[in-house]
């Protein structure tokens, strides 16, 4: 089963880019021009499975018309959002924005930025999230 990739950009070149070189990686994805656009953005509580979140991983860019990228990762870490890999993209980084960011566990991207940078850590966080997805199956196989 593909991981999922949940996109987040105003910009539809962007995020026809992004969605098509992420879906070539492996990944499914599911991509939005702005957070008021995602299911997930319009709960008020986490409707995603137990072990499961909504998506693996989570790519959004900081200005989007009705709502930041932080914005929409502070209003999904409120109602419960399991996704640990979050990454903000921006083009016109403030400090304080930078540092919001980081506060919040995200990686930051600075547009423009190289599809090969973008490829490693999602490279490095598929490698992770299967190894703990083998882990947990094998354990679950001598449980029984």
Same mark, same amino acid.
Request: hydrophobic share 35%; charged share 25%; aromatic share 8%.
């Given at each position: 089963?593909?991981?999922?990739?949940?996109?987040?950009?105003?910009?539809?070149?962007? &995020?026809?880019?992004?969605?098509?070189?992420?879906?070539?990686?492996?990944?499914?994805?599911?991509?939005?021009?702005?957070?008021?656009?995602?299911?997930?953005?319009?709960?008020?509580?986490?409707?995603?499975?137990?072990?499961?979140?909504?998506?693996?991983?989570?790519?959004?860019?900081?200005?989007?018309?009705?709502?930041?990228?932080?914005?929409?990762?502070?209003?999904?870490?409120?109602?419960?959002? &399991?996704?640990?890999?979050?990454?903000?993209?921006?083009?016109?980084?403030?400090?304080?924005?930078?540092?919001?960011?980081?506060?919040?566990?995200?990686?930051?991207?600075?547009?423009?930025?190289?599809?090969?940078?973008?490829?490693?850590?999602?490279? &490095?966080?598929?490698?992770?999230?299967?190894? &703990?997805?083998?882990?947990?199956?094998?354990?679950?196989?001598?449980?029984?």
């Amino acid at each position: 089963m593909a991981l999922k990739v949940l996109i987040l950009d105003d910009d539809e070149a962007i &995020r026809a880019t992004l969605s098509k070189f992420v879906v070539a990686l492996g990944f499914e994805v599911q991509s939005y021009s702005e957070p008021s656009n995602c299911p997930t953005y319009l709960t008020s509580n986490c409707t995603c499975g137990k072990e499961t979140g909504c998506a693996d991983i989570i790519l959004t860019d900081i200005n989007m018309p009705g709502s930041t990228g932080i914005s929409f990762i502070q209003n999904q870490i409120q109602n419960g959002c &399991r996704v640990k890999n979050i990454a903000v993209m921006s083009g016109g980084w403030t400090e304080e924005d930078k540092k919001k960011v980081k506060n919040l566990g995200c990686m930051i991207f600075e547009k423009p930025f190289s599809m090969f940078e973008l490829k490693k850590w999602l490279d &490095r966080i598929k490698e992770d999230l299967i190894g &703990r997805k083998k882990s947990t199956l094998l354990q679950y196989k001598i449980a029984q």
